[in-house]
């Protein structure tokens, strides 16, 4: 119940195309989604959150969608860039607790 | 001046050997944890660590790891007797205020330690 399920493992995306990376959990005690970014060789950097209590939240080419009902919450990355090239983790904090619950991962690539 | 700086990048140990991680987080810091990366797989919670005392442990964490914030700056991860399947990337993270606050209190994380057992 406390996994975090994230598809695909990875992608292949054109510069300028959509990414969408999709993340699903059980735990409904979770209450805060972060999405992690992760370059070869660096740790895991904070790209962009949500809470349960909005649908959606955008910064800049990057937004979150959030599904409650479902328990489902996805990443897109518009206009994807080679820069965007990476590992993106989903990640879910419950209230109870106080660390990151990381989903699989996936690796992007953004071919130019 | 990076949030976490870990030393060393790369450690290689033989297998029954104790191996000590570092890292040392920016001084406003509270709230510290540490994860592992096997190669390719997902980030994996083992500790966290609040005012000088564990807080909560993954089974990953069992009697073989310890940690401690022996001098108020440096935080240590210890493996007392390695096994060849604790070879992963070792992250230690860092929080002004606990993960829950997110955007206010984000999680900082350092670049690394590798540790190799062979």
């Known amino acids: 119940q406390q996994q975090v399920k994230q598809s695909p493992q990875s992608l292949i995306v054109q510069k300028g195309g959509i990414s969408i990376i999709n993340c699903a959990y059980e735990?409904?005690?979770?209450?805060?989604f972060p999405w992690y970014q992760q370059f070869p060789g660096k740790g895991p950097a904070l790209l962009i959150a949500?809470?349960?209590?909005?649908s959606e939240k955008k910064e800049g080419r990057f937004t979150i969608s959030f599904n409650k009902s479902a328990k489902q919450f996805s990443l897109h990355i518009m206009d994807s860039q080679p820069g965007d090239s990476a590992t993106y983790f989903c990640?879910?904090?419950?209230?109870?607790?106080?660390?990151?619950?990381f989903g699989g991962g996936t690796r992007v690539l953004v071919k130019p | 001046e990076p949030e976490v700086t870990q030393t060393p990048s790369h450690q290689v140990t033989q297998m029954g050997q104790e191996v000590i991680l570092r890292c040392v987080p920016i001084s406003n810091h509270l709230y510290f944890y540490w994860y592992r990366q096997i190669l390719g797989q997902k980030v994996e919670f083992l500790v966290s660590?609040?005012?000088?005392?564990?807080?909560?442990k993954s089974e990953i964490f069992d009697d073989q790891f310890s940690v401690e914030r022996p001098d108020g700056s440096n935080f240590t991860l210890k493996i007392r007797s390695t096994k060849l399947e604790d070879s992963a990337m070792y992250f230690c993270a860092a929080s002004i205020q606990g993960v829950r606050l997110g955007y206010n209190s984000p999680l900082h994380f350092g670049n690394g330690t590798r540790l190799t057992v062979t």
């Open positions: 735990n409904t005690a979770f209450d805060y």
């Open positions: 990640a879910a904090v419950g209230a109870a607790g106080n660390k990151l619950t």
């Open positions: 949500i809470r349960p209590d909005v």
């Open positions: 660590f609040y005012n000088n005392e564990i807080s909560e």
